[in-house]
Each structure stands twice: as C-alpha cells, then as structure tokens.
C-alpha cells in the first residue's frame, strides 16, 4: 500500500508539497493521480474524509488535520492531509481508517489518538521542511484499533449534514463493506454543495451545506461477503437449478423421441408369390359348343410374372367360394338338349316306318 504525505516545513521555502513514504525513504512528487481526480469534492483546509475507487485502485484521503505544535514562518498553523492508496483486498484496513477518522472529526475527545498519532509521525526538517515516521503511518497499524465487519451494504444514495449524520456513516462502515462500483463512495467535508455531491453520484456524502437531507432510513441486511446480498446469492443458485433442471429434462426428452430403427424391407427376390387364380365364368360369358355344352377349353397360359417389388405387384383376388347357381344351369341345359336330340330321333324313326308300311302296302294290292 502506498503512503503519501501533504505538509510543510516552518520555513517560507518549504511550503505545502506531497511525498511518498516507504521503508528506506522518502521523496518529494507531484500530487497524487486519484487525489487530484476527487479533492475537489473536498474542502480540504477543513477536516475532511474520502473513499473513492478508481481503475481497481481504491484511495482514503484524510484531510485538514491540525499539528498540535508546529507552524509556518507566520505562526500559522501547518495542516497534515494523508492518503493511503491500496486495492480492494486493503478495503477493510481503509475502511478501519475512516471509522477512526470520522470519530476523530465527531468529537475531539472521541478519538484523539488520531491526530495524535499522525501529528507525532510529522517532524520538521531543515533541508527538506519535513520527515515522516514510516512505521507510525503503516496503515494496518493505524487500522488495528478497529474492527470491522463484511456485511452487504445498502445500494441507495444518501446525503445529508454533517453533523447530525456522522455517527450512522460511522455504524455502516464498521458494518458494511463498500459498494462495488468506481468514483467518489464516501465524502465527509465541511463546505460543499449538495449538487456537487449529487452530480458526482457519491454513495454516501456528508457536508455542512446540506440542507434538505436525502437520508432514506438504513436496510437491515443479512451478513454476507461481498458476492452480494443473501437475496442475490440464493437468486443465483435458484437460477442455477433451474438450468440445471431444464438441461436434464431436454436429454431425456430427446432421448424417449428419438426414432427407432425399423428393419429393412426384404428385397422383391425374397418375396413369396402369390399365384393367380382364375374365376369360373358364369353360364353367359362361357362359350358354349355347337353341341350346346360349355366350353371346356383352358385359357391359354400365361408366363410367370417377372419377380417385382411390391409397390409394382397387383392385388390378386381369390374367390372364397365356386358360384353354384352357374353350375346348376350348366347341368339343366346339357339334360334338355338331350331330350329334344332323342325326341327328333324318335320322330325320324316313325316317319321310316310308317313310310315303309305304305310300300308294302301297295306292293301288296299290285
């Protein structure tokens, strides 16, 4: 975690100017990247708190803190500002920070050690206006005091007066961790407008200006790590189980309606032929001989059909029964033709008699 320091040193020479702080040294530089990205939001000679993020980096600034001692060339007295840059994973040290910084801002007996401990980590200098104790500014040591917890924090925006706000911001940031999102999440200061807060979209910003609060009563939220609130991480597995079960049924699904295979049609050479059979004729499509019988000739035979598929076979229709009806007048009619043929014959016969009596008879009177 990186460490810098705004002050300066009692000369004229030495005036106000950062540096950074480590183990083994510490060198003047420019004002630090996200500090000159978000001091504006800040009245920054008065006691005044930010907690901002910004490209996963994440910044406490401390400003307008007093020396207990020291002053400039013209009596005045020099103000310390620190800010400790970290990443998320620093969030709760931060956090532990603010919550002393802010106490110390409440009250002057609610945590003197702060400014006590910052102020004593400041020493003028000659050459270089001021030195700083490195150990004495290490942030898990200035953060060990405080306890915090990881509950998730309530997403509405709020605003209001310094003041009268102070001690509920103090309770939520011992309780809840930091929205997950960038930009300016906390403002403490003494002299800003609440438009300037409201454009900047502060989560949580206080001011003395304020004067029509915008405080919504806090949400009482279960204890969760920073994945989100209960609500969201059991929306999240019913969301789970619900592809889970949609996946499984969509298997089985396919499963029970894939089709079966059928067995392969056999080919036409496998295939049984039906031999055609042919109906009787009725007594009036038979033709009859000249002796009035019925024909008995058999239909000329045909060749064997080819073998063939059987989409191309024809149905053959085979009779269940013989037509009896046709067969009785076949046998009426050859009885009748009978009897007329021995009739005619009995007549020639009596005809020849008779005309042989005649002879005889007139060979006689002769």
């Known amino acids: 975690m990186k460490i810098y ?30 500090v000159k990205k978000f001091k504006h939001l800040l009245q920054t000679e008065a006691p005044s708190l930010l907690l901002a993020r910004e490209s996963r980096e994440l910044l ?22 620190v800010a400790w840059v970290g990443e998320d994973v620093n969030e709760p040290i931060l956090r532990a920070i603010a919550v002393r910084a802010l106490q110390s801002f409440l ?10 401990e910052i102020d004593d980590a400041v020493q003028p200098h000659e050459n270089e206006g ?41 309770e939520e940031l011992k309780e809840c961790h930091l929205p997950n999102k960038e930009g300016p999440l906390v403002v403490f200061t003494g002299i800003k407008a ?3 807060l409201e454009q900047a979209e502060v989560w949580r910003g206080l001011s003395n200006l304020v004067e029509v609060e915008d405080w919504p009563a806090q949400k009482k939220i279960g204890r969760v790590g920073k994945g989100g609130s209960q609500a969201d991480k059991t929306g999240k597995i019913i969301i789970i189980l619900i592809i889970s079960i949609s996946l499984i049924a969509l298997t089985v699904f396919l499963l ?51 073998p063939t598929t059987e989409s191309e076979k024809a149905p053959v229709q085979v009779p269940s029964e013989v037509n009896s009806e046709s067969l ?31 002879s005889e008879t007139s060979s006689s009177g002769a």
Request: glycine letters at 4%; proline letters at 8%.
């Open 107 to 116: 009250s002057e007996d609610e945590d003197p050690s702060l400014k006590k």
């Open 130 to 170: 001021f030195k700083v104790d490195f150990e004495a500014l290490k942030a898990h040591k200035i953060a060990e005091p405080i306890s915090v917890e990881e509950s998730a924090p309530d997403p509405r925006r709020k605003i209001g007066k310094s003041d009268k706000r102070v001690s509920e911001l103090v």
């Open 60 to 81: 406490l600034l401390v400003t307008g803190m007093r020396a207990s001692e020291r002053t400039d060339f013209m009596g005045r007295t020099i103000r310390n500002s």
């Open 256 to 306: 029970i309606s894939e089709p079966k295979k059928e067995p392969s049609k056999q080919s036409g050479n496998d295939q049984k032929e039906v031999p055609a059979q042919i109906l009787p004729q009725k007594d009036s499509e038979q033709p009859k001989s000249p002796t009035g019988l019925p024909s008995t000739a058999q239909p000329e035979s045909q060749p064997s059909p080819s």
């Open 194 to 196: 609440k438009s300037a």
């Open 5 to 34: 320091i705004l002050s300066r040193g009692v000369s004229e020479k030495h005036d106000y100017c950062w540096q950074q702080i480590d183990k083994n040294s510490q060198q003047q530089v420019n004002e630090p990247i996200l």
């Open 328 to 358: 009785l007048e076949t046998e009426e009619g050859t009885s009748q033709s009978q009897f007329i043929k021995q009739g005619e014959e009995s007549s020639r016969l009596s005809e020849e008699s008779v005309k042989a009596n005649e």
